[in-house]
């Protein structure tokens, strides 16, 4: 199954209530980036603190384009922390950092407009 990334793009096909709730999406604080240069496209490498119950978690992450290294520490994001352990280049991505394309294709990162606590679950 190929998703696409255009706005234009036709829902994807019907699934159960059940099915969305396997998918386990957190809010994490960004603790640490690094550039990550090994990587296809312009990447960071992102420590994340998902809160006492899960963690910190490794993320690679596409969003050199929009984001500044400096400015992501501290900033809250979600991911999808349920998925197993990916090999990116030379780095394990832990979690799946999740992102909306701009008009560009890059990722906007997705985040909550309020501070929420780490390790709060999308619903």
Known sequence: ????????????????????????????????????????????????????????????????ANYAIGELPGRQVAAVINFPPRQIGTAMSEVLTLGFADNAGEVVLFAPDVHVPNGARLF
Do not use: N, W
């Not at 099915?19 to 690094?34: P, W």
């Open 1 to 64: 199954m190929h998703l696409s990334h255009a706005p234009d793009a036709p829902a994807a096909e019907e699934i159960a209530f059940d099915d969305f709730l396997k998918v386990d999406i957190r809010v994490g604080t960004i603790v640490e980036a690094e550039d990550f240069p090994e990587a296809r496209k312009p990447s960071y490498r992102l420590r994340i603190d998902f809160g006492p119950a899960i963690g910190v978690k490794k993320s690679c992450a596409q969003i050199a």
